[in-house]
């Protein structure tokens, strides 16, 4: 089997593997431009932060989720916004995103289908829907993501976060990072998830992660708060 790439193990401790007590990211290196790219994004962002001007879009959200996850998805999206809101797929594709400017969205939450070879999500049919949609129809790719300076996604796609040997245009999360985003969470290989009821792994980890970055929590704190959560209500 290949390796899981993680930064997990160095938020940890020897002998306590399982609860993070260090935020841990990565400028991940797409090419020279996007490292650079990235460590001017994060300078930016904190010279911002300290000088108290918050960040550059609103307070808003956006949620994408395939349709057969709709009822777990929809009590992640609660979280950040109205359930309501989350965008479905099928019956929508790909174009989805949200638009450039100011007044898009902060927030952004995708529950779809990811591959380890491809760089597109994918949503999948919900088998109660009665209308003939394709099974599996591309929800979103690269080329779909404007610009959100300032912004903040949690992908549960699997391979939402597989960065080895892509660049920016085969990966969504480079192409999130390219375009200032100041923080993308996801998964380096499969991802779990439920269908309905009480929230469990990727969906859990989700819901605490939203819970603490709306609280206030710097996001890479947040993920470590959202982990040590998911383990302490998994047990």
Known sequence: EEPLRSDHLYATDAGDALRPRRAVGRLPLGSL?????AIRVAAAAHLRLAAGRGALLSPTAFGYS???WKRAAREVYGSIGDPRG????PPLTRGQAPQPGEAGPRFRYYNLHGLADSPAWYGE????FPAAYDACPVALRPEDLAEAPGSLHFSAACYGAHLAGRARADSIALTALAGGAWGFVGATGVSYGGLDGALVAGDLLAARFWQAALGGLPQGWALAQAKWALVQETL
């Open 66 to 68: 395939a349709s057969v």
């Open 33 to 37: 431009a996007d490292l650079v790219q």
């Open 86 to 89: 989350l965008r479905l797929s």
């Open 125 to 128: 049919l919900d088998p109660a």
